[in-house]
């Protein structure tokens, strides 16, 4: 869970100096129904221009960039969050106590701040834009790497790379790259249909299965590996729609052949309670194999027929 950065800053040692709130407040930002409003209507203007036209083929790399926009703001006032509060650690270790590095070291917390409530402003906007680009494309919206964390109160609409999730965990760090909760894990292939109702068809039984999983564990993430053109985005835009979080396992290129492999191994660490399997090629087939020989309950929809198992005792 998410501290705001007066918190982060209670735990260090800030002998002589006091911490108060930043030199602003709530008001100077965007009001949530402000943010919610004028990026609908930008929204609805923008695609009514692309609409019956040559370029409606485009139409879901620009929604993907108006997103973007957002998530790029948000990722600059955390880089500069990130350079203050090395200052800030610098200025600790070289405390004289003076008039000169007292003021020093407040204007760098300042700064932190600043930086800090910008940046949750900013992923409000994203998340915002976001859920517009569920609405219109259908799938959860991603960054092309790293992770959409989200530093407010609630992380729920948090998507996050694993190596993101690696680091942080081998840093024992918590923080907006470290899902709270039980993990699931989904994986399935590319599936071709032969009818738009065949497909529809599909999805709500995947969709079915998802809502069943989380009726037996409400506190739920869901791991996948994050493919936008198979089951994978299926899974994602059901965990946008119910807010559940994501931890994302992209395959390792580097590994040639071995990078589904690699990938199932990594996501059987998280030691999840389920494992929803669709339909899907060899490496699926391991899976689900070596989640049975670790006696995690595999809920079988490869053929989607079967219900949900109860775990093993």
Same mark, same amino acid.
């Not at 799938?139 to 530093?151: A, I, L, Q, V, Y």
């Not at 989640?291 to 053929?303: E, G």
């Given at each position: ?72 703001? !948000? =990722?600059?006032?955390? /880089?500069? +969050? #990130?350079?203050?509060? %090395? ?9 004289? &106590? ?16 600043a930086a800090d409530a910008s940046m949750i402003a900013f992923e409000q906007m994203r998340e915002t834009a976001a859920v517009l680009y569920l609405e219109e494309i259908g799938s959860s919206w991603r960054p092309m790497t790293g992770s959409r964390s989200n530093h407010a109160a609630h992380m729920t609409s948090a998507v996050v790379n694993a190596r993101d999730f690696l680091r942080a965990r081998a840093e024992r760090r918590r923080d907006a790259n470290t899902p709270q909760g039980t993990p699931i894990v989904f994986s399935g292939g590319r599936s071709s249909f032969a009818t738009a109702e065949d497909a529809k068809a599909f !999805? =709500?039984?995947?969709? /079915?299965? +998802? #809502?069943?999983?989380? %009726? ?9 590996? &994050? ?87």
């Amino acid at each position: 869970m998410y501290d705001s950065f007066i918190d982060q800053l209670s735990g260090l040692d800030l002998s002589g100096l006091s911490i108060r709130p930043a030199p602003f407040n709530e008001t100077d930002f965007p009001c949530e129904d402000a943010i919610e409003q004028t990026l609908g209507a930008v929204w609805s203007d923008l695609f009514a221009m692309f609409s019956d036209t040559a370029l409606e083929a485009d139409a879901e790399d620009i929604a993907w960039g108006f997103v973007n926009l957002f998530h790029r703001a !948000a =990722s600059r006032k955390s /880089s500069r +969050l #990130d350079r203050a509060s %090395d200052e800030i650690r610098a200025l600790l270790a070289s405390a004289d &106590g003076s008039e000169v590095h007292t003021s020093n070291l407040e204007e760098q917390v300042e700064r932190a701040q600043a930086a800090d409530a910008s940046m949750i402003a900013f992923e409000q906007m994203r998340e915002t834009a976001a859920v517009l680009y569920l609405e219109e494309i259908g799938s959860s919206w991603r960054p092309m790497t790293g992770s959409r964390s989200n530093h407010a109160a609630h992380m729920t609409s948090a998507v996050v790379n694993a190596r993101d999730f690696l680091r942080a965990r081998a840093e024992r760090r918590r923080d907006a790259n470290t899902p709270q909760g039980t993990p699931i894990v989904f994986s399935g292939g590319r599936s071709s249909f032969a009818t738009a109702e065949d497909a529809k068809a599909f !999805a =709500s039984k995947v969709w /079915s299965t +998802l #809502d069943k999983v989380r %009726d037996h564990v409400p506190d739920m993430f869901l791991v996948h590996g &994050g493919d936008t053109k198979g089951v994978d985005r299926l899974a994602a835009s059901w965990a946008e729609r119910h807010d559940i979080q994501q931890l994302v396992f992209s395959l390792d290129r580097r590994l040639g052949a071995r990078a589904g492999f690699k990938r199932n191994e990594q996501m059987l660490q998280m030691n999840p309670r389920y494992v929803v399997a669709l339909p899907g090629n060899g490496v699926l087939e391991r899976l689900v194999i070596d989640a049975k020989a670790r006696r995690i309950t595999v809920v079988d929809r490869r053929s989607l027929g079967a219900s949900i198992p109860k775990r093993y005792d």
